[in-house]
């Protein structure tokens, strides 16, 4: 009963910083050996991919977030965060994390297990 718990959203200044988590509940080794992906949902438009890692620990990052969010695996197990700098209004959404069945993918198709979500709302 493997579930992925959130967390590190909130309300913040354009320019500043948040850092989400996703910690996943059972087997240490889950995250590991999935590829684990971010995506978001922001107000009248649809779910977009943010960011992935994958088992080798290669990263892949959308456009429109490169060189500003980083997303990696934490020293505890089961454990990925997302760190994002320099944020702007536009990053406004829902966050979720989610575990791909196999592999690296942009499509949220290919994942299986999700997070509940949380919300990150950057001001102007």
């Known amino acids: 009963q493997m579930q992925l718990v959130q967390s590190g959203g909130g309300l913040v200044q354009a320019g500043g910083s948040l850092t989400l988590s996703c910690v996943a509940s059972?087997?240490?080794?889950?995250?590991?050996?999935?590829?684990v992906g971010w995506f978001r949902r922001a107000p009248g438009k649809e779910r977009e991919f943010v960011a992935a890692?994958?088992?080798?620990?290669?990263?892949y990052y959308a456009d429109s977030v490169k060189g500003r969010f980083t997303i990696f695996r934490g020293n505890a197990p089961n454990s990925v965060y997302l760190q994002m700098n320099s944020l702007k209004p536009e990053d406004t959404a829902v966050y979720y994390c989610a575990r791909t069945r196999a592999g690296y993918s942009r499509s949220p198709t290919e994942y299986d297990l999700w997070g509940q979500g949380t919300q990150v709302t950057v001001s102007s």
């Open positions: 890692i994958r088992w080798s620990g290669n990263t």
């Open positions: 059972g087997s240490g080794r889950i995250l590991s050996s999935h590829g």
